[in-house]
């Protein structure tokens, strides 16, 4: 079997075992492909193995890969968007991870509008509160919420986080559960359901699946080193 499909299928069984472990359906969880920095043809190996969605992080690398791949691929949008990037965004994500502020969000909306698309947002929260870190704070969450309309063009459906690196295991644990019983709290108080938590990288989405993940996203355990 090529590297790649041999590395999606190992992938594919750790997330499945995984979930059967927490108690989970297999179904609950979504292995998104992280392609970032590799050409497009590696993203047709792994599509020709099975694999739908695809992350990208950077919206110059998403709009100069999309358009030579097939359509029917789900890209996703995964890192920090700046303001003037959004469009880019939005004419080949269909998901978009990090959004990070109310203005980003409100500009998100008015493009989406504007352009008749119906992306799936989801808010980046700084869960461990690391410096360097993007994401709104976790108190900030259900105030910005209840700024959004219910019926906005492009509907919020759930949280986003990334975990320190090489974190040991008890604060991955206590990063990717922060995000769960975040996120059970805002959708009580912002009277909205958040059903998707996207969290958990190559090095930590079994955690994160324990803990609830329902969006996995994997680049180097897939593709290989950067
Ligand atoms: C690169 C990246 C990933 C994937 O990281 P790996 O460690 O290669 O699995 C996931 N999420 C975001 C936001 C990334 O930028």
């Known amino acids: 079997m090529p590297q790649i499909a041999e590395n999606l299928a190992a992938i594919r069984e750790r997330v499945r075992a995984a979930a059967v472990q927490s108690g989970r359906s297999p179904d609950a969880v979504k292995l998104l492909a992280v392609s970032k920095t590799f050409p497009p043809g590696a993203v047709a190996e792994a599509y020709a193995a099975g694999q739908g969605r695809f992350g990208e992080n ?10 030579a ?9 995964i890192g920090h968007l700046q303001a003037n990037k959004v469009r880019g965004a939005l004419e080949f994500a269909s998901w978009i991870h990090a959004v990070d502020s109310l203005s980003l969000l409100r500009r998100i ?23 360097s870190k993007f994401g709104l704070r976790p108190q900030d969450v259900s105030a910005l919420l209840r700024e959004l309309p219910q019926d906005a063009p492009a509907p919020v459906v759930g949280l986003m986080t990334m975990a320190p690196l090489d974190a040991p295991q008890e604060l991955l644990h206590a990063v990717f559960g922060g995000l769960r019983r975040l996120r059970d709290q805002v959708q009580q108080e912002a009277g909205r359901a958040l059903p998707e ?7 930590d989405f079994e955690v994160a699946i324990q803990e609830g993940s329902t969006i996995v996203r994997v680049g180097s355990a897939i593709f290989g080193h950067r």
């Not at 950077?58 to 358009?67: D, N």
């Not at 791949?69 to 949008?77: D, G, S, T």
């Not at 938590?197 to 090095?203: D, I, V, W």
């Open 58 to 67: 950077r919206v110059q690398e998403l709009a100069a890969k999309a358009p």
């Open 69 to 77: 791949l097939p359509k029917a691929i789900e890209w996703h949008q």
């Open 109 to 131: 909306e008015r493009l989406a509008a504007e352009m008749a698309v119906h992306p799936k947002l989801l808010l980046e929260v700084n869960v461990s509160g690391e410096e």
């Open 197 to 203: 938590l996207s969290m958990g990288m190559s090095g």
